[in-house]
């Protein structure tokens, strides 16, 4: 086995690992949510919580870092219409 392989099998069961939640459902049922930092990280983490129905709400130190993030999201659903994942 050459460290490659042994890499690949190693992150494959890190991954499978990943997708399996440890804590069971939760007691309660979690529909808003907030991401601080609308970065690209962060608003890429709304964008997807808010194609999951969640309410999302965005936080970051200035009015302007919310506004490129907003329009990053926005940029994405544009994306989406563009490729006929979703209507206008």
Same mark, same amino acid.
């Given at each position: 086995?050459?460290?490659? *392989?042994?890499?690949?099998? *190693?992150?494959?069961?890190?991954?499978?690992?990943?997708? #399996?939640?440890?804590?069971?459902? *939760?007691?309660?049922?979690?529909?808003?949510?907030?991401?601080? !930092?609308?970065?690209?990280? !962060?608003? !890429?983490?709304?964008h997807i919580s808010i194609d999951k129905d969640l309410q999302v709400?965005?936080?970051?130190?200035?009015?302007?870092?919310? *506004?490129?993030?907003?329009?990053?999201?926005? #940029?994405?659903?544009?994306?989406?219409?563009?490729?006929?994942?979703?209507?206008?």
């Amino acid at each position: 086995m050459t460290n490659e *392989s042994k890499a690949l099998i *190693s992150l494959f069961h890190g991954r499978t690992e990943c997708k #399996k939640n440890k804590y069971g459902k *939760s007691d309660r049922d979690i529909r808003t949510i907030a991401v601080v !930092g609308s970065g690209v990280i !962060g608003a !890429g983490i709304a964008h997807i919580s808010i194609d999951k129905d969640l309410q999302v709400i965005l936080c970051d130190t200035t009015l302007d870092a919310i *506004s490129r993030g907003q329009s990053q999201i926005v #940029k994405g659903y544009e994306n989406y219409i563009k490729r006929n994942r979703i209507t206008k």
